[in-house]
Each structure stands twice: as structure tokens, then as C-alpha cells.
């Protein structure tokens, strides 16, 4: 075989494997982002608020600029499916400040959801459970529940599942999941692990603290978990209440607490999801409120910045469920 050919023969070669290195890629790429592909940005207690003076520690004096900044971040997210809100919309739950936050949340280009929290069901409140489940209802097209816990498949391959963990028979801001809710629970689950669908659970209170608090915690957190170890399925919970940064993995279960939007370090998350055959991926990216003064303020306020920042990777990076 002379040189000339020798060289040809080599050159074919390099060229078929490199078009079927292109084509591995691209097949790869496509199963890892489409259509198995889920994205939702996460917000939480905003403690939307008309009040003229900050607390110890959250900025309800700038509460509506900092949301105004959060809505347009938001929309300048391209891909989103839809945008949910784990509890506390309002500081007080006065029908002005729901009316301008429900107004604020319908300028969003995604559907959104939400859970209450407990200054959003407050016991002496003069707006009832089922007062703000009809308001909902009303001025919010993609609620469309009769209950303040609720299931729905945004995307084929996964079901959001929102719970309400909110006691407003007295004033108190632990959580706890009534037994009802415990029995629809374990029924969806059993019907997201019949389907192939990634159960992705939205409420207030986390079941894990990102540290600890006796006066917020869950009251009947083994309860819970013996709902949860009924089903091996990768189980993501996303909750907010503390106003920390913290993603803990545990087993099966993704434990994902998001900071609160007036308290540092004012920030919420954008979460990209991935259901594959063998494995559960998700990406986190951590959406800071680029009113930067108002955040250098809200750092002075709170006891310890480190545990409301949290680690690197309590903010972003890449978590991997396996099935």
C-alpha cells in the first residue's frame, strides 16, 4: 500500500469516528434535555409588606422594591415552565397587600403557583383558609384547586405536589401535616412511581431544618417520613420558612430550603430538573436581588450571614437522585 493511500485510509477513519463522536453528543444532549427536561424557578417568603420601617431582620421597608426586581429577573429567565412560591406571600394577610402581590405574580410570563405560610393563614385573621383559596381561585388562572394542598403534572415525567402545613386554629409558626393530607400524600406518590413521574413537593415548612428552631419546626416530622420511606422513588422537597440556604440529600430525598426575598441574602432559586432512565439530575443556580444596597443592609440585620448564604453548595451545583 503506498503512502498516498495509507494517509486516505487513516484520514476516513479519524472522519467516521469523529462523525460518530457528533453523533453520540448530539443523542446524549437530546436525552439529557429534551423532553425529559423540567425548569421552575422557586421563590419564597416575600413578606410583601406597607410597612415604613424594617424588623430585626427582614427589609419589609423595601419589601416591594425587592419583589418588583425579583418579577423582572423572572422574566428574563428564558425555558421556564413555571414559577411557585412556598409560603408567606404577604407580611400580614391584608386583602391590599394579597391584591398587589397576586397583581405582581400575574405580570409573569410562566404560570405560577403557591403554598401558605404562616403569615399568610394567621390565627384572628379575618381572611379564612377558604377566603384565600377563592382569591386564589379568582385572580389566579392557574389555580384551579378547591383545597389549599394540591397536585397537578406540569410536564410529562413529573408531578408537583403542594402541601399545606399551616395550624392557624392558634397563633404559632410550627408546621405539621394533618393526617388527611398524610393519606393524599402517600397516594400520590404511589400514583407519580405507577407513571414514572419525579415527585417534586412545594411547602412552607421544611421536614429537614436547615438549623434548628423549636419555635418552627415540624411538629410530626416521623409521620411524615413514614409516608415517604413507603415509596424508593427519588422524592425532591422544596420549603423556604427559615429564610436560610440549604440543600441536604438524605437516601432518596432531596431536602431544599430557599432564602427569603426581603432577608439576606435576598435571593431565590431557579431549578432545572432531568428525568432519566436510571437517575434523577438536578441543577441548582442561585438568583441574588440586584438592589445590591438593600442587600448590604439586610446582611447587617441578620444573626449569622454565613448560615442565611449558606455553603457554594447550598446555592448551586448538581444533585444526582438515583432510581
Not at 11 to 22: G, P, R, S
Not at 74 to 83: E, H, K, R
Not at 298 to 303: M, N, P, Q, S, T
Request: net charge positive; proline share 4%.
Amino acid at each position: 500500500m503506498t503512502k498516498d493511500r495509507k494517509q486516505k485510509k487513516g484520514f476516513i477513519k479519524k472522519f467516521a469516528c469523529l462523525i460518530l463522536f457528533a453523533v453520540c453528543i448530539f443523542a446524549g444532549l437530546k436525552t439529557f434535555s429534551y423532553p425529559d427536561t423540567l425548569k421552575f424557578v422557586q421563590i419564597s417568603d416575600v413578606h410583601l409588606s406597607d410597612r415604613k420601617e424594617n424588623t430585626t431582620y427582614k427589609m419589609l421597608a423595601q419589601s416591594k422594591a425587592l419583589f418588583k426586581d425579583e418579577l423582572s429577573q423572572i422574566n428574563a429567565i428564558s425555558g421556564v415552565n413555571f414559577v411557585i412560591v412556598t409560603g408567606d406571600m404577604t407580611d400580614r394577610p391584608k386583602k391590599e397587600l394579597i391584591t398587589e402581590f397576586l397583581t405582581g405574580m400575574n405580570s409573569l410570563n410562566e404560570p405560577w403557583y403557591s403554598s401558605f405560610g404562616n403569615h399568610d393563614l394567621v390565627f384572628g385573621s379575618d381572611i379564612s383558609r377558604e377566603d384565600y383559596v377563592k382569591l386564589l381561585k379568582q385572580n389566579n388562572k392557574s389555580y384551579k384547586f378547591d383545597k389549599s394542598y394540591y397536585a397537578f403534572t406540569p410536564k410529562k415525567g413529573y408531578r408537583v405536589i403542594v402541601l399545606d402545613c399551616i395550624n392557624n386554629t392558634k397563633l404559632t409558626a410550627n408546621g405539621k401535616i394533618p393526617k388527611e393530607q398524610l393519606l393524599w400524600l402517600d397516594n400520590e406518590l404511589s400514583l407519580a412511581q405507577k407513571n414514572n413521574e419525579v415527585p417534586l413537593m412545594f411547602m412552607h415548612c421544611p421536614l429537614h431544618e436547615p438549623f434548628s428552631s423549636f419555635h418552627h419546626r415540624m411538629l410530626n416530622p416521623d409521620e411524615i417520613y413514614a409516608v415517604l420511606k413507603k415509596h424508593k422513588t427519588p422524592i425532591a422537597i422544596f420549603s423556604g420558612h427559615y429564610h436560610a440556604t440549604k440543600i441536604y440529600k438524605e437516601g432518596n430525598i432531596l431536602h431544599v430550603s430557599t432564602p427569603s426575598l426581603v432577608s439576606y441574602p435576598n435571593a431565590f432559586r431557579v431549578v432545572t430538573v432531568n428525568n432519566l432512565p436510571k437517575k434523577v439530575v438536578f441543577k441548582f443556580e442561585f438568583k441574588e436581588t440586584g438592589l445590591k444596597e438593600i442587600q448590604k443592609k439586610a446582611k447587617l440585620l441578620v444573626f449569622s450571614s454565613k448560615i442565611y448564604y449558606g455553603e457554594e453548595t447550598d446555592r448551586q451545583g448538581t444533585y444526582i437522585l438515583d432510581k
